[in-house]
T-cell receptor, first 113, second 114 residues
Framework: NAGVTQTPKFQVLKTGQSMTLQCAQD?????MYWYRQDPGMGLRLIYY???????DKGEVPNGYNVSRLNKREFSLRLESAAPSQTSVYFC????????????FGEGSRLTVL | AQTVTQSQPEMSVQEAETVTLSCTYD???????LFWYKQPPSRQMILVIR??????QNATENRFSVNFQKAAKSFSLKISDSQLGDAAMYFC???????????FGAGTRLTVKP
């Protein structure tokens, strides 16, 4: 039972380079989320997808794009990485009803030099 | 917008003792969920305990319990009989019913001393 799987776990980029973080969940959840975690700031929402085919901006969307490829997969793209995007990124999924709990991937540490 | 505040950046506790982590939140909604997540050095976010706002009874999960004060908008986590494995970052979180996102506090780093 994999839950939420995100790749890569670690990545180092140079300023201006692009990359995509991949996320997949096998729990048949409708909603998926991308958060970033920075010291002293908790987790902040970048983008979320309430269902397949829909995406919405969160608290800190600038510099990012997302794609909800299908019900299982939700990717996050950095088109032109900046040092301010150095962070740990988490993908999560959940249901709109029920327990309200979100299930998280193991995180991806991204460093932009 | 809902906000979650954890006023204790760091806490420490002696092994086998009890510690309480504080959390307050701001909302105008009457129905919502509250959570405590644990993040050990592995980075994995692990759900510790969940509280539904309409339930007056405080949630309990083994050594972990909460003190939910809805009127005061307070949601503290008590860890009894602390163990070395409890050392981690703890996040308080709020979520409205539906597909909306989860809002997190800044976290409290808990150290457990042997």
């Amino acid at each position: 039972n994999a839950g939420v799987t995100q790749t890569p776990k670690f990545q180092v980029l140079k300023t201006g380079q692009s990359m995509t973080l991949q996320c997949a969940q096998d729990m048949n959840h409708n909603s998926m989320y991308w958060y970033r975690q920075d010291p002293g700031m908790g987790l902040r929402l970048i983008y979320y997808s309430a269902s397949e085919g829909t995406t919405d901006k969160g608290e800190v969307p600038n510099g990012y794009n997302v794609s909800r490829l299908n019900k299982r997969e939700f990717s996050l793209r950095l088109e032109s990485a900046a040092p301010s995007q150095t962070s740990v990124y988490f993908c999560a999924s959940g249901d709109g009803r029920g327990s309200g709990e979100l299930f998280f991937g193991e995180g991806s540490r991204l460093t932009v030099l | 917008a809902q906000t979650v505040t954890q006023s204790q950046p760091e806490m420490s506790v002696q092994e086998a003792e009890t510690v309480t982590l504080s959390c307050t939140y701001d909302t105008s909604e009457s129905d919502y969920y509250l959570f405590w997540y644990k993040q050990p050095p592995s980075r994995q976010m692990i759900l510790v305990i969940r509280q539904e706002a309409y339930k007056q009874q405080n949630a309990t999960e083994n050594r972990f319990s909460v003190n939910f004060q809805k009127a005061a908008k307070s949601f503290s986590l008590k860890i009894s009989d602390s163990q070395l494995g409890d050392a981690a970052m703890y996040f308080c979180a709020y979520r409205s019913p539906g597909v909306r996102d989860m809002r997190f506090g800044a976290g409290t780093r808990l150290t457990v001393k042997p």
